[in-house]
């Protein structure tokens, strides 16, 4: 076997055996797919091409599947229209921007500064495409933007895309109140929380005022990397997704469609379970964390509505503890964002988010030192390798 073989299987084996095996992954951007979702990274279909155009002969099974997917989608949001065949969450909101804004035009969202997704920013598309980006006033203590100023912004600055939905985000966005007050159009960038909305937690984008609901399909939806479009909306639907192909993407990548399909049939059959238990295991987490001394955002409000927990500390203080919590084998970001979503996949319940805030605490408060702390992340890890609400 060739050397670089040798090392290049050494080294997914070794990412596997830590990450699955050893670590306690905290990151709410990620989450552990089924063997069954994971099985269909095989098949035939990712070698194969399709296209709307029709270019492609021999994809009569392709097109049933982008058919049966976006219909199961359809079926899970309760959408008329959905568009599986994004590569990411980012490039949905690549395919938002394109559709409707011109160079020059103003788009309002939360600002990265509060947690606010950097994607559309000056750094991201919104630089790229000649956009101006405006934010909303946030409220710090409320962990949420806030109400009055945000309509007055909309009112305003009036924005021809107004983006709720956040990176950092604990708590519902009041999309009804400021929906109304938008002339433009009102696009839910649900990356985060998908999965949650997927299961009828959190908040329903698309029946409080959004015509537009985008998102990766890999967070809380414990699905293949991906993004998807959902919508109520033909026209608003026709112009994002007509920026799709051959725009935003060219190749659908048929393993992930059918990957997608698997993870959308978990959620058809176990959502609302899971993500209950996912809410309820970070309000857990957030309250014993609270409990042990450690500094957590939200308190006046019970801390958290969605699969996360925001660490209350200054930036220069997160980083660091981000290092010290991966030496004890405990996988956060270093923005202090906590994830449950992964940890209720894996079987974790309440009980065990109580001895997951003692672990987390103990390195926090710099109680004990994290090897001491990663012999008992390991032993507790090992309990857990069997993802639930599975087919
Ligand atoms: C709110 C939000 N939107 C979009 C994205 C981009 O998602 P993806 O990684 O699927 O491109 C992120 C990434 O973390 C995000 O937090």
């Not at 899970?76 to 559709?99: C, E, I, K, P, T």
């Not at 997704?117 to 919104?126: A, F, K, N």
């Not at 708590?171 to 400021?178: E, G, M, Q, S």
């Not at 608003?236 to 725009?247: M, Y």
Request: charged share 20%; glycine share 10%; net charge negative.
């Amino acid at each position: 076997m060739p050397h670089q073989l040798e090392a290049l299987k050494r080294t997914i084996q070794q990412h596997e055996d830590w990450r699955l095996g050893e670590c306690l992954n905290l990151i709410p951007s990620e989450n552990r797919g089924s063997d069954l979702m994971k099985s269909m990274y095989l098949t035939d279909f990712g070698n194969r091409y399709t296209a709307p155009d029709r270019f492609y002969r021999g994809t009569r099974y392709a097109d049933e599947l982008v058919a049966q997917t976006q219909e199961i989608a359809r079926k899970v949001f309760n959408a008329r229209y959905a568009d599986v065949s994004l590569l990411s969450g980012h490039v949905a909101n690549a395919a938002v921007l394109l559709a409707l804004t011109r160079p020059g035009d103003r788009v309002a969202s939360t600002s990265p500064d509060d947690g606010g997704y950097p994607g559309i920013s000056q750094d991201g598309l919104g630089g790229l495409l000649g956009l101006q980006n405006v934010y909303f006033p946030y409220d710090r203590a409320a962990v949420g933007v806030d109400l009055a100023g945000s309509v007055e912004l909309l009112k305003s600055e009036k924005p021809a895309v107004a983006f709720f939905g956040a990176s950092h985000i604990v708590f519902p966005y009041p999309v009804r109140r400021l929906s109304d007050a938008a002339e433009g159009v009102c696009v839910y960038d649900g990356s985060h929380v998908l999965g949650l909305i997927a299961g009828g937690e959190f908040q329903d984008p698309l029946r409080e005022g959004c015509p537009i609901l985008i998102g990766s399909t890999h967070k809380s939806l414990p699905g293949p990397q991906g993004g998807i479009i959902l919508s109520n909306n033909e026209e608003a639907f026709e112009a994002v997704s007509g920026k799709v192909f051959p725009g935003v993407v060219d190749n659908v990548h048929l393993n992930r469609v059918a990957a997608l399909a698997v993870s959308l049939i978990e959620m058809q059959e176990f959502g609302k379970q899971y993500a209950q238990a996912v809410v309820k295991n970070a309000q857990a987490l957030a309250n014993a964390l609270a409990a042990e001394g450690v500094n957590v955002r939200g308190a006046g409000q019970g801390y958290t509505r969605s699969h996360q927990v925001l660490l209350d500390y200054d930036q220069a203080r997160l980083k660091p503890l981000s290092v010290r919590l991966e030496q004890a084998n405990i996988i956060v970001d270093e923005a202090g964002r906590v994830g449950t979503a992964e940890a209720t996949r894996m079987g974790y319940g309440p009980g065990e988010m109580e001895a997951v805030a003692e672990l987390m605490a103990m390195v926090i408060l710099g109680k004990k030192a994290p090897d001491f702390v990663q012999k008992k992340v390991k032993t507790l890890v090992k309990q857990f390798q069997q993802p639930r609400f599975v087919l």
